[in-house]
């Protein structure tokens, strides 16, 4: 079986079934975690509205901190964003995602699309310098930590690679011009998709979960602001 034989068929479905299961698993922990009684009269009932606000609001940082934070907070959101806009804003990505699900959707124009690949590719460096160059973070980092940021970083790189054949061909026709590339570019995907939910990455998915137990809880006790 050649390699890019392989990236397409058990290589994907190994990848696809690690992170659909390891993503349920992770969800099905966080909604069974066991959660202390509280045995305080209610103050308020809209638990719900409490959890949204909390999702919406820790979006942005408390006006105490704006100012020294608003650096890296420009950063973290122009590489999530440039991340989003890479994957889904691009035609052959779109065309992938159609074959696996049905969607589809207009591709971003080509300009947004190099902005979004320089903001990914500055943030993602950033992000490591601001790492290797701060004793405490460096401290704090582990293995989950840099291994996350590689695995993140490798469908990029390997999509550059690509850049340069005709949008026409996508990543996945039936005989591409460069298989080699095309089928590394496919195995750092499936690296990233199966690691996402067992690393540092599943925050990806359960930021979410996790500030609306928060806000929820906050609310119960009066304090949703």
Partial sequence: MEL????????LALALTLFLGGTAWRLIAFLRFPVKPDYSE???SATGRGALRAIVARMVPHAAFRERTLASMVHAYG????????????????????????LSWPAVPGWLFALAVAFTFVGL???????????????????????????????MLTGMALISLPIETGV?????????????????????????????????????FSRGTTGAAFARRGAER
């Fill in 79 to 102: 590489y999530h964003l440039g991340l989003a806009v890479v994957f889904f804003g691009y035609r052959p990505h779109i065309a992938f995602i159609r074959r696996l699900t049905g």
């Fill in 125 to 155: 460096l950033y992000a490591l310098f601001a790492r290797l160059s701060s004793p405490v973070l460096r401290l704090l980092s582990s293995f989950d930590d840099y291994f996350s940021w590689l695995v993140t970083l490798l469908p």
């Fill in 172 to 208: 996945y026709p039936a005989s591409p011009a460069h298989p080699v590339w095309v089928a590394m570019h496919l195995l750092s995907l499936e690296l990233l998709l199966a690691w996402l939910p067992f690393g540092k990455l599943r925050h990806a998915f359960l930021v979410f």
């Fill in 4 to 11: 890019l034989e392989f990236a397409r068929g058990p290589g």
């Fill in 42 to 44: 209610p103050r308020s």
